[in-house]
């Protein structure tokens, strides 16, 4: 399933295929219960699609499956790539990376009756705390699983669990649009987020770069953080994303 996101006037301009992990990542990447595209890293494409004249082909998978597809040129993009992560020395050949265009905090969420320093990690020691399966955490603490970061918030929110790491991004989106009842910590982590580009577009790299550098000058991206983040407008998943 794919749906084009640019306007009609670019049927002729240069298509950029857009890999979306499935399941979708709210508030960065998902698809509505109407079909429709959207999240902070939708919207910064949108921006710098419609400067560069590019239409963009959304194309939903599983994170194994664009792996595969990006690495065989049948997907152009991935958004939001933390580019110090460790990849494969295959996908690493055919990888080109923007500037960052964002920054991923990493923070605890906790039961407000709690009153240690909880984004000092010396003081999690022990500590049970709920995360995403397959997330990387800090040593010494005691995870717990589960399916995914929505999951996380929830279970806070209700006391099953005291503790839970998550991105802050999400967090800061669940707690308000949803009127959860936890605290957040101070980052422990963060990491840049950048597009990973297929070689084969390598011209379109500077062009991104570029209009990357003009939103962020003019206060684009933040005003689309601020869209999912500062207030209620992104209606919540009914399902777990």
Request: with cysteine.
């Amino acid at each position: 399933m794919s749906a084009l996101l640019a306007p009609s006037a670019f049927a002729d301009a240069v298509k950029l295929r857009v890999g979306m992990p499935q399941p979708g990542k709210v508030p960065f990447f998902w698809q509505t219960d109407a079909g429709d595209y959207t999240g902070i890293y939708v919207d910064t494409l949108r921006s710098i699609a419609e400067e560069l004249n590019v239409e963009l082909e959304i194309i939903p998978l599983s994170q194994a499956r664009l792996q595969r597809h990006f690495v065989a040129g049948e997907i152009d993009l991935e958004a939001g790539v933390n580019p110090k992560a460790e990849i494969s020395a295959l996908l690493e050949d055919f990888s080109l990376y923007t500037r960052p265009f964002g920054v991923v905090n990493e923070v605890f969420i906790y039961r407000p009756e709690l009153s240690f320093p909880v984004f000092i990690l010396k003081d999690l020691e022990g500590q049970r705390v709920a995360t995403v399966r397959g997330s990387s955490v800090p040593e010494k603490i005691l995870r717990e699983d589960f399916t995914n970061q929505w999951q996380i918030a929830q279970r806070v929110h209700r006391g099953w669990n005291e503790l839970g790491l998550m991105n802050e991004a999400p967090a800061l989106h669940y707690q308000r649009a949803g009127n959860l009842n936890y605290q957040i910590s101070l980052p422990y982590n963060s990491n840049p987020v950048v597009f990973r580009l297929h070689v084969s577009k390598s011209k379109l790299l500077e062009p991104m770069n570029n209009s990357i550098s003009r939103l962020e000058e003019e206060g684009e991206l933040e005003r689309i953080v601020c869209k999912y983040l500062c207030g209620q407008s992104a209606a919540l998943p009914d399902n777990d994303q």
